[in-house]
């Protein structure tokens, strides 16, 4: 039987005295581009960093593999949101990627050649060959997304965590970074991403997970993704979207 | 009036008049602007004096108000060229500042009562004797005029603005929409900080007047929610700590203006821990209260989920509690009979049933 | 030059301190925490009375351990206010900074009064008076500061990944918190023997306008970091060079109006990121805007007369920007220096080149308008002021495609022919 990519269990995650995930368990399968869609404020950044052990839980635990997260590190590699860091820190894209690779390097020694190697393979990977040297300042939004997306390519993980990956990137990006994820997927790979645009779901994804602080539905897009989940996620105040959305599934049955 | 009575009025009003501007810098996020001022109003206290070769208060307060406007513009300065945070900027200007005036003082300066130990932390003791003479008449304690009128200065730039002020802090945005320039009223507020300082200056030093500034309000801040409260507790505080630190300084012996911080310190340490509201105390309390209301919740999921009577000893298990904790979560459970022992287990009750449905319901509404 | 044996302490003292202010103060500054230094060097001072209370001494090694422990309870206990409770950082720095001194100052005050107690060797310690400092101090001084630099070298990518990305750091299994709390005691060490240069209210001087000064001329972490301690180690010797030749000039202060200097010096000038630089390029972009700008109009009026023989006349061209004389020349004047456009009498007229160059212009201008008002469907009266500003920013390679995409219009909007790219290529930039 296969072992699901990541499993979750009774995971409740609480910020000071409010609950923030509540009761979440999960199995998610192997190999698939997996979406995690939710209304603003639902967790869905918070399960992310519960599954890496990034923020502290109340109760429940989670799997990757099988195994313990901390036995498994090596296999995931994690994409932030871009916010997250100052972007005007002396460092060029090179660099940024390197750091994908510090967990390998280990303690106390300096990069070296092949590291770099490997550094400028994934940027070349993410179309960002030629501006590896160039300070991150510099870059567009979607020049700092393929970075940081390229830095995860670094770590060869066989799970990939990420944090909208598509948001605030330009058309060409979204469709560069969807080709990678798919590639990614096709190499046996799995994505998780936290993804913001209900549009774009059923083309992008195979799976689905609907998080409104509980687990409303989780599944294949086919069978999960309909109206009636997306209501119970986003309570109802969805109608414009939901015709769209139905509009999108008709046309995909159609294809 | 007895030293004792004067030197505590002026710490009083010293204590007072820096919680009112304090309060906003603190709501602002400018507390360590407000010490960047205190420092480097400096230079504009020494050329004041070299300027009119005496110590009189009026050029003093100008020098320091016009030196603290320039630090507030310098500061926005290098901000606003985007090329150093404005963290960094205040740590660039104000030692800056701060080492021209004491340059200016060893050079030109040195012989004069000016000297860098009081500036830095000042010497209140002295202030009943020194008093303030018009045409020969001895009017009383400088210090206390200095003071008091910064004091009544600060008092009604507070309630003149305060509507302003309140505004311009929590929505800058919207306060520029209606008209109230926040960028006039940021340097109104500045220029109060610069010369609610120099009044303290001579009192505390510039130092202790951060803790003046700072301590008290961010006191007040954990004690209340409501701005006009918080102005006052902050007050209250403030005098409080001048009150009781003179009292220590004179039963220890030690410096005055030092004991006033200690004090200052100590209350808000007080109200760290122990404030009702914001205080870790009850924080803690409430988490436990909330760690174990939603230890219940998750025990009745647990138990809905499994669907019949499960053995106590696999709760424990699967939860990773003691069994004392379990216990202590159970009791309640049992208490209000939304669980039922049944054959060395436990099951979910009708009554328990339902209380989830709801609880479940009303936390998806509550997120929405 | 000749040096006193204490001008000569002082020199290797301040050169010390600006080296290692210098590299930790990056990480401070890129770590927005440039005011920790500050309050760190504040809630020094009781550790210091403390530790004299202790062991009786006045000597380096414990008032310094003393300094350490405050300084790092202090810092510990800014962390702990944030995270447990509503203040926010910049009150717990004011609270922990003040509350801390004050303590201070009564421990001073009350060590003053001790018969054994002459403190004055202890708030040197405090207020910079490097004229104090011996040898044994600068061998406490180098040793730690050799320490905190083996440190740096040794963590140098872990402490880069904590400035960038923390989180990143903690996902691939680092142990961030621990590493914070290094980088802060090593702050905590540079903080402590700085103190006795240049005193409390300098030292985040010391640490942040070496850094800020380096940040502005290279843009990797390595080089500024050495930049910075190079920066500050050289200010420090500066600074007491001058102020032991100079009467009356207390050190610590000038070591900061040297780097300050440095500091402005580096903003203003600095390649690509100083400001002057940036205010050239701008401005030369300005002039160029002018120049073509006054091609084009030269253009159009002899495009609309069909007539490019006759002169215009100075008040005209003046009237078509509203323009003053002055600015009209200084605009034309290169354009005549180029061979452009050529001066007749009071009048200015294009010359043959300067028509092909100003075509390239109206080109551009043409061609935008017509993706414009096809592509975004905007009215032919919208057009124009878009235009005005993007036939000086689109370059040929730009052009070109657009021409091509639109599939090689003939006339704008209004009607008017759109000149045919140049044969030899290569328009203006």
Not at chain 2, 131 to 156: E, H, Q, R, Y
Not at chain 2, 166 to 192: E, N, Q, R, W
Not at chain 3, 89 to 107: H, K, N, P, R, W
Not at chain 3, 129 to 151: E, H, P, W
């Given at each position: 039987?296969n072992v699901p990519a990541i499993e979750v269990h009774d995971l409740t995650v609480a910020y000071r005295t409010q609950p923030v995930l509540w009761d979440v368990d999960l199995a998610l399968p192997e190999g698939k581009l997996i979406a995690i869609v939710g209304p603003n404020g639902a967790g869905k950044s918070t399960l992310l960093k519960a599954i890496l052990g990034l923020v502290p839980t109340v109760t429940g635990w989670v799997q990757i593999f099988g195994e313990p997260y901390e036995r498994r590190r090596s296999w995931v590699g994690y994409v932030p949101q871009r916010e997250s860091v100052d972007w005007d820190f002396p460092t060029s894209a090179l660099d940024v990627v390197t750091m994908g690779l510090y967990g390998r390097i280990g303690w106390l020694r300096r990069p070296a050649k092949h590291h770099r190697e490997t550094a400028l393979a ?134 | ?368 | ?429």
């Amino acid at each position: 039987m296969n072992v699901p990519a990541i499993e979750v269990h009774d995971l409740t995650v609480a910020y000071r005295t409010q609950p923030v995930l509540w009761d979440v368990d999960l199995a998610l399968p192997e190999g698939k581009l997996i979406a995690i869609v939710g209304p603003n404020g639902a967790g869905k950044s918070t399960l992310l960093k519960a599954i890496l052990g990034l923020v502290p839980t109340v109760t429940g635990w989670v799997q990757i593999f099988g195994e313990p997260y901390e036995r498994r590190r090596s296999w995931v590699g994690y994409v932030p949101q871009r916010e997250s860091v100052d972007w005007d820190f002396p460092t060029s894209a090179l660099d940024v990627v390197t750091m994908g690779l510090y967990g390998r390097i280990g303690w106390l020694r300096r990069p070296a050649k092949h590291h770099r190697e490997t550094a400028l393979a994934c940027l070349e990977k993410v179309g960002m060959h030629d501006l590896a040297h160039r300070q991150i300042s510099q870059l567009s939004g979607g020049q700092q997304q393929r970075v940081f997306l390229a830095r995860a390519l670094a770590q060869d993980a066989r799970l990939y965590l990420m944090d909208e990956p598509f948001a605030g990137v330009d058309a060409t990006t979204e469709r560069a970074i969807l080709t990678l994820l798919k590639e990614l997927r096709d190499s046996g790979r799995t994505v998780v991403a936290v993804h913001h645009d209900l549009q774009t779901v059923a083309e992008y994804f195979d799976h689905v997970v609907l998080l409104n602080m509980r687990l409303v539905a989780a599944g294949p897009i086919a069978t999960t993704f309909n109206a009636d989940a997306l209501q119970r996620t986003y309570g109802g105040k969805l109608t414009v979207l939901t015709q769209a959305t139905e509009a999108l599934l008709q046309n995909r049955s159609v294809e | 009036m007895s030293p004792t009575l004067v030197i505590l009025l002026v710490a009083s009003c010293v204590a007072a008049s820096c919680a009112l501007i304090g309060t906003f810098l603190v709501l602002r996020k400018m507390a360590l602007l407000g010490d960047a001022i205190s420092h480097a109003v400096l230079p504009g206290i020494v050329i004041a004096f070299l300027v009119t070769g005496s110590r009189s208060a009026l050029p003093m307060v100008l020098g320091a108000g016009a030196l603290g406007v320039l630090t507030v513009l310098l500061v926005e300065l290098f901000t606003r060229s985007r090329r150093l945070r404005e963290d960094a900027s205040i740590g660039v200007v104000f030692p800056a500042l701060f080492s021209l005036g004491v340059i200016l003082i060893s050079r030109y300066a040195a012989q004069v009562d000016l000297d860098l130990d009081c500036v830095l932390y000042g010497e209140i003791a002295y202030a009943p004797w020194d008093v303030l003479l018009i045409g020969g008449a001895d009017l009383g304690p400088k210090a206390l005029w200095v003071n008091g009128a910064v004091l009544l200065l600060d008092l009604l730039f507070v309630l003149i603005f305060f509507k302003e002020l309140k505004l311009s802090t929590f929505d800058a945005g919207l306060s520029a929409a209606l008209g109230f320039s926040p960028v006039v009223i940021h340097y109104l507020l500045m220029s109060a900080v610069s010369v609610t300082v120099v009044g303290a200056f001579e009192s505390v030093g510039a130092i202790l007047v951060v803790a003046m500034l700072v301590v008290p309000p961010a006191t007040a801040y954990l004690l209340t929610d409501r701005l006009g409260v918080m102005l006052g507790v902050a007050v209250g505080t403030g005098i409080a700590s001048a009150l009781l630190g003179y009292g220590m300084a004179r039963a220890l012996d030690v410096s005055i203006a030092g004991a006033m911080a200690t004090v200052a310190g100590l209350l808000f340490l007080a109200a760290l821990l122990l404030s009702p509201s914001h205080g870790l105390l009850a924080r803690l309390l409430q988490l436990r209260k909330m760690g174990r209301r939603l230890s219940g919740q998750l025990l009745l999921l647990h138990l809905r989920k499994e669907g019949e009577v499960v053995p106590t000893a696999m709760l424990e298990r699967r939860f990773g509690w003691s069994a004392r904790r379990l216990q202590t979560v159970l009791s309640g459970l049992l208490r209000t009979g939304l669980v039922e022992r049944e054959g060395g287990g436990l099951r979910l009750t009708p009554k328990g049933s339902e209380v989830l449905e709801t609880t479940g319901r009303a936390q998806l509404a509550h997120k929405l | 030059m000749e040096l006193t044996f204490t001008a000569r302490n002082v020199l290797i003292g301040a050169t010390l301190l600006g080296a290692l202010g210098g590299t930790l103060g990056s990480f401070a500054l890129l770590r927005r925490q440039s005011l920790l230094g500050d309050a760190l060097a504040h809630a020094a001072l009781p550790g210091v009375c403390i530790a004299y209370l202790i062991t009786g001494t006045k000597s380096p090694l414990p008032l310094f351990a003393g300094a350490l422990a405050a300084g790092l309870l202090g810092s510990l206990l800014i962390l702990a206010t944030v995270r447990w409770s509503r203040i926010k950082e910049d009150s717990a720095i004011g609270i922990v900074l003040s509350v801390f001194f004050g303590i201070g100052i009564v421990l001073l005050t009350y060590i003053q009064k001790l018969p054994a107690g002459n403190q004055s060797g202890l708030d040197k310690f405090l207020f910079g008076q490097a004229a104090t400092l011996v040898v044994a101090d600068l061998q406490v001084m180098a040793v730690l500061g050799a320490i905190v630099i083996a440190f740096v070298v040794a963590f140098y990518k872990e402490f880069k990944l904590l400035a960038f990305d923390r989180e990143f750091g903690s996902s691939l299994g680092l142990p961030m918190r621990k590493l914070e709390v290094l980088l802060t005691l090593l702050l905590v060490v540079v903080v402590v023997v700085g103190l006795q240069t240049v005193g409390v209210v300098l030292i985040v001087a010391a640490l942040i306008t070496p850094a800020a000064a380096a940040r502005q001329w290279t843009d990797r972490l390595g080089a500024m970091l050495l930049l910075s301690a190079g920066i500050g180690a050289a200010a420090g010797a500066a600074g007491s060079l001058v102020s032991a030749s100079m009467a009356k000039l207390p050190t610590g202060p000038v070591i900061v109006l040297v780097s300050s200097s440095v500091l402005i010096v580096s903003l203003l000038l600095a390649p690509r990121r100083g400001i002057l630089w940036a205010r050239l390029r701008e401005r030369q972009v300005a002039e160029r805007i002018q120049r073509e700008n006054l091609l084009k109009d030269l253009y159009l009026l002899g495009e609309r007369r069909a007539d490019w023989d006759t002169a215009l006349t100075w008040p005209h061209l003046m009237g078509l920007r509203g323009q003053t004389g002055r600015e009209l020349a200084r605009n034309a004047r290169p354009l005549v220096a180029a061979g452009l456009a050529e001066r007749d009498g009071d009048a200015l007229r294009l010359t043959e080149d300067g028509r092909k160059e100003a075509e390239q212009v109206v080109r551009k201008h043409r061609i935008w308008e017509v993706y414009l008002s096809r592509r975004l469907e905007l009215p032919s009266d919208h057009v124009h002021r878009d235009a005005e500003a993007m036939e000086h920013a689109l370059t040929e390679a730009a052009v070109t495609e657009l021409e091509e995409a639109l599939g090689f219009p003939a006339v704008d909007p209004h009607g008017s022919p759109i000149p045919a790219r140049r044969a030899s290529g290569g328009g203006n930039r």
